[in-house]
């Protein structure tokens, strides 16, 4: 799913997914951030750093935005954005 810039790609998703169609998206175990800002969830790879994946700016710029950039290491491998219904944890 990475494209062409050579950066990883940050999916919005507002429709339920299975664990299943999640790690697919992100290649692997999955790792799940509350944002308590913006009332969703992060989704990433659980092993993104170890696995050597591209850097996800978007996924990086979201996080700093909800927790501030020095509590915040660089998010790395595609991510996926749950809201709405697609979130986890509930609204």
Do not use: W
């Not at 940050?10 to 175990?29: A, I, N, P």
């Not at 969703?40 to 700093?64: C, F, S, Y």
């Amino acid at each position: 799913m990475n494209n062409q810039s050579g950066t990883a790609v940050t999916t919005f998703v507002k429709e339920k997914l299975t664990l299943d169609q999640m790690q697919k998206m992100v290649g692997g175990y999955i790792e799940v951030i509350k944002l308590p800002k913006s009332r969703r969830e992060l989704v990433v790879n659980d092993e993104g750093k170890l696995r050597g994946m591209l850097p996800n700016h978007t996924a990086t710029q979201l996080l700093q935005s909800e927790f501030g950039t020095m509590e915040v290491s660089q998010i790395v491998g595609d991510a996926l954005v749950l809201c709405g219904k697609a979130k986890l944890g509930g609204c």
